[in-house]
């Protein structure tokens, strides 16, 4: 099973940009789907971004599409997530998941929730 830790999290202020890293551990995450995920304080885990195993495909939540871009380099067993022109709404704690079956659009439209989770890293955007 692989092994997920978030990092890069941070506080900044509305419109400054900001990279989350999601380094794996245990397994290579060539082998994984990945995507990020976030919780805003009192609402529920939405879907941000996913990206297939060989980075053919991504997917973004409409609320982050044009700001957001995520990345991966199996090489260094990391996954990223920049993220540019921050609003106060995308204050949050991110996760990054893992998911071995390769099901994009069915975890882009939440229809499914991935396998591994990792214990996610506090966004705050300040106004």
């Known amino acids: 099973q692989v092994q997920l830790v978030e990092s890069g999290g941070g506080l900044v202020q509305a419109g400054d940009s900001l990279r989350l890293s999601c380094s794996a551990s245990?397994?290579?995450?060539?082998?994984?789907?990945m995507a990020w995920y976030r919780q805003a304080p009192g609402k529920g885990r939405e879907f941000v971004a996913a990206i297939t195993a060989t980075s053919d495909g991504t997917r973004y939540a409409d609320s982050v599409r044009g700001r957001f871009a995520i990345s991966r380099d199996n090489g260094k067993n990391t996954v990223y997530l920049q993220m540019s022109r921050l609003r106060p709404e995308d204050t949050a704690v991110y996760y990054c998941?893992?998911?071995?079956?390769?099901?994009?659009?069915?975890?882009?439209?939440?229809?499914?929730?991935?396998?591994?989770w990792g214990q996610g890293t506090p966004v705050t955007v300040s106004s």
């Open positions: 998941a893992a998911d071995s079956r390769g099901w994009l659009l069915a975890l882009a439209a939440s229809r499914t929730d991935p396998q591994v």
């Open positions: 245990g397994r290579s995450l060539s082998d994984y789907l």
